[in-house]
């Protein structure tokens, strides 16, 4: 449906002017000898200044064997067309009519800069997302050398990126070998000088507690290390709706003790030591004892998948098949609690399941997982640890059972900088971009520029429904609020939703309770505020902070008043070092082998005077902690443990044939029975004649040969509905 047009033209009039060293700035007449280093100049200058370049325009000679003038212009340079449909692909605009841009002409074979405009009418990226710059991600050629050597010995492509990351400092930045005040780790030993508990925490993670501490998933069911302790991470989810970190932990066991020692740690780690609004856990007793006794204010919520997903085997496969729907419905379905009584006895009479004991357990905890009696607390959306299960098939790919605690961080961080790059790719798409917008309704606009870009598309969503699809019904009215039914625009039998002001707090509730939940407004609450309301732009009191752009823009302080500050420093200082090298062995790559010597040379000259610089700063005291790399050494290994969740694997019913195949199968070289080898490969052929090479294979169990994993690789199933249904 048209709604007019809607200009994409962004346009402003604040002048923002790239501050970099006078030496490094374009002045005219500077002269280039080829167009190759004119672009080189130019783009140095722009990953300084924080904005990417392209080509704007060329000018051929006359007989057309030459280039006699080129511009290069920003990015952002020029406007983009004007939407008046839905767009199908959600492309955000990038261009906002920026002037800056440089000029050359060609006189006597040298290429001359004969115009320079410097200020821009954007935002410059700031020195940590520069890289992410179309113009700054180029592969140089020296790295493109060494991936045609490393696909010569056939390194996947997957691995080749992994070592150029290592290579170019990837896991150091972000593992704790570099000194930072604000990385937070407490080891518990035992009687034994034994590792117990192990909890870390760094920077990063604990600024962002303080923006989204608000909801916790703590989640215990996977074992990364080859002593099988409890790995513990608790996480959350940012402004952009991605996972993130808040802190990890090892423990020696599942016992309430246990837990009481990490959730104290871990409160004593983040800033300001304030409990979340919730915490999301499964069913763990033990856990459930911990939660009460440490965060009491907290609402403790169960994970509704893990429960969900035990209806086959507590109620059968039959009545699940027949029945699970019908659960499945009226837990999702149901908006508020009442609703959900019923329909829940409904379901349990027609199934024949009013003795099932554990139907009546969990209809007894009902309070603690049902949403129809959760989504008044604020969840941020989740209802599950389904994002701690996505989390762990994630980590997967960089941690094994094998590791030690300290193989164990080191490779776990590396999965940590892959995490954090996706939060740092969506906020330079934020920085760098604007979203299309369906109408030109000043709320749309006004929102567009204050949410993230995955939050504004929930209430875009939101926003366009809410225009037509609902009208108003004022039922009752007092000195307090006005209570209004809410009903859609439809033949079809819709769910009737009811809307109440609260004249005092100037603020809508609507019983879907979206808002409370998600902290996005639901489509009733904005079909109220423009249509009864009236209202151009959405009021204070229903924009939450937390899935704002700035969301993580202001100072955080630990206990001591001190500025937590990430290790982002070091991670701009370093890119810088290594984009300027890596532009120095293009160079030299690209010469005769007299460069080389005298770059090494140069380099040699350079790291003797930094070794001078370390000897005199040497008495320089330590500023801070980092994760004690003598950790294996300062304690004794811990022992081998067993966590409530281990265990066999389910086995597909391929596994058990073979399992079963295997078992009766007999060898005809040594004559045994159930082996997992057979004449062509067997020992007692293809090794000296000893009886004690039959002994040893006649003395073992079958079971022997078993492997048992306990690691699962399908993500969780996700339970979204259509809450209008």
Known sequence: MNLGSVSCSTETTEVYTPQVADELKPTKNRQFRTLDDFFEFYNKYAFEAGFSVRRSSTAKSKDGSETIRQELCCRKEGHSQKHTALPKKR???????????????????????????????????TPERVHLLPS?????????????????????????????????????????????????????????????????????????????????????????????????????????GQTIMFGC?????????????????????????????????????????????VLPNTFHRYCSWHILNKFSEKIGAVKCN??????????????????????????????????????????DIRASWVPAYCNHIFSAGMSSSQRAESCHS????????????????????????????????????????????????????QMSGIYTRACFQQFQSEFYISFFNYRFQLMREDDNQRLYLVKKRSDQIQKD????????????SCTCKKFQSEGIPCRHILGYLLKVQEVDYLPDQYIL??????????????????????????????????????????????????????????????????????????ESASIGKKFPSDVQHRYNEPKIIKAKASGKRLKKSKEKTERKRSSTRKCHGCGLYGQLHDKRNCPALNMPKDSSVLDKYADKDEDDHETISTDEDEDPSSFDEDYDN
């Open 91 to 125: 492309k955000g605009i990038i261009r906002t009519g920026c002037l800056a841009k440089i000029a050359v002409v060609k006189r006597c074979g040298i290429y001359v800069i004969t115009q320079f405009t410097e200020a821009h009418n954007h935002p410059l990226t």
């Open 136 to 240: 700054h991600r180029q592969v140089s050629n020296a790295t493109k050398c060494l991936t045609m050597e490393l696909g010569l010995v056939n390194i996947p492509t997957h691995q080749q990126i992994s070592l150029l990351e290592v290579q170019s400092g990837g896991i150091e930045n972000m593992a704790q070998r570099e000194k930072n005040s604000f990385f937070n780790f407490k080891i518990e030993e035992d009687s034994e000088n034994r590792i117990k508990h192990c909890f870390w925490a760094d920077a990063t993670s604990r600024r962002a507690y303080s923006f989204f501490g608000d909801v916790v998933i703590f989640d215990t069911t996977y074992n990364t290390n080859k002593y099988r302790l409890i790995f513990a991470p608790l996480l959350g989810v940012n402004h952009h």
């Open 249 to 293: 932990a090892f423990l020696g066991d599942e016992s309430t003790e246990s837990f009481v020692w990490l959730l104290n740690t871990f409160l004593e780690a983040m800033p300001g030591r304030s409990p979340p609004k919730m915490i999301i856990t499964d069913q763990d007793p033990a856990m459930k004892i911990a939660i009460s006794q």
């Open 322 to 363: 027949e029945y699970y729907d019908d659960f499945r419905s009226c837990v999702w379905n149901s908006e508020m609690t009442e609703e959900f009584d019923k329909k829940w006895k409904e379901v349990v009479e027609k199934s024949g399941l009013s003795d099932n004991g554990w139907l009546q357990s969990i209809y």
């Open 394 to 445: 994630f980590f997967k790919k960089y941690v094994d059972h094998k590791n030690s605690l300290l193989d164990f961080v080191i490779r776990f961080n590396r999965g940590l900088v892959h995490q954090r790059h996706q939060e740092l790719v969506s906020t330079h798409i934020d920085a760098n971009e604007e979203p299309q917008l369906n109408t030109p309704h000043p709320m749309e606009s």
């Open 497 to 508: 939703r009811e809307i109440v002001y609260d004249k005092h707090t100037d603020l809508v």
């Open 545 to 618: 902070n937390r899935w704002t752009k700035a969301a993580n823009a202001t100072v955080v302080k630990d206990l001591d008043g001190l500025e937590i500050t990430d290790t982002n420093a070091l991670v701009v200082k370093r890119s810088k070092l290594f984009h300027h090298a890596s532009l120095v062995i293009d160079k030299v790559l690209t010469n005769p082998d007299e460069a080389q010597t005298m770059f090494i040379e140069a380099l040699d000259n350079v790291l003797d005077k930094i070794k001078q610089m370390q000897v005199n700063s040497s």
